[in-house]
Structures are given as structure tokens and as C-alpha cells.
């Protein structure tokens, strides 16, 4: 996993989550990597991953299960689809419409 600078990199992890939940890579009922995998596996400290992990569990898009590890809760993909458009209409569309008033693009042009 390659880590922009400019976001924490926990955040990142719980984006690439929500990719993954929304491509369908994880199902509902999923088991996920336990936090010291997840940690070895792209290179950062169990620490990181597990702030993710609250945050996830936080937001009820995953749930542990005491002893056995974490897993993608049934609703996660409802609740990660409505978080993602709200943030994708709140971060990027003004960018979007800013950078189509520079370049004097219609949105007929563009879709």
C-alpha cells in the first residue's frame, strides 16, 4: 500500500476499507486481517491499523468478536456508500465545478 503524505495514515486504511467493502472484495460477515497482520502486510505499526480499527468500529462498519478477530458488519456497505457520497459531495464536487469554471467546461461537456 502506497501512503499519500498529505493524510493520516490511518485514515487511509479505513479508505482502503471502504474501497474494498464496496467493490464486494468484502462481504458482510467477513473476517478481516487481525491488526498485527494488516500491520506486517503493508508496513506500519499494529498501533496505526488499530486506530483504524476503532474508528471502523466507531462508525459500525466493523465489529469484534472478543478472541476470535474483527468482521465487516452486515450493514457496512449501506452505511459506507451514504459516508463516501456525503464526503465526495462535500470534498470534491466544489473542486470539480471550480476547476470547470477555470477551463470554461459545461457539464454537458464533461458527462
Known amino acids: 500500500m502506497e501512503f499519500d503524505s498529505n493524510k493520516p495514515i ?3 486504511i479505513c479508505d ?3 474501497d474494498r467493502i464496496l467493490s464486494g472484495d ?3 460477515g467477513g473476517r478481516i486481517p487481525s491488526v498485527r ?3 506486517a502486510d503493508i508496513g506500519v505499526n499494529p498501533n496505526t ?4 480499527y476503532e474508528k471502523l468500529t466507531d462508525a ?12 465487516i458488519a452486515d450493514d457496512a456497505r449501506d452505511i459506507v456508500l451514504k459516508e463516501q457520497r ?3 459531495i462535500r470534498n470534491e464536487v ?4 471550480k476547476r470547470m469554471a477555470l477551463l470554461g467546461l459545461s457539464p454537458e461537456e464533461v458527462f
Do not use: A, D, H, W
Request: glycine share 12%.
Open 26 to 28: 468484502l462481504q458482510p
Open 94 to 97: 466544489p473542486k470539480i465545478r
Open 86 to 88: 456525503e464526503e465526495f
Open 37 to 39: 497482520e494488516l500491520g
Open 49 to 52: 491499523v488499530m486506530r483504524s
Open 16 to 18: 482502503s476499507i471502504f
Open 60 to 71: 459500525g462498519i466493523i465489529f469484534n468478536k472478543r478472541g476470535i478477530g474483527y468482521f
Open 10 to 12: 490511518y485514515l487511509q
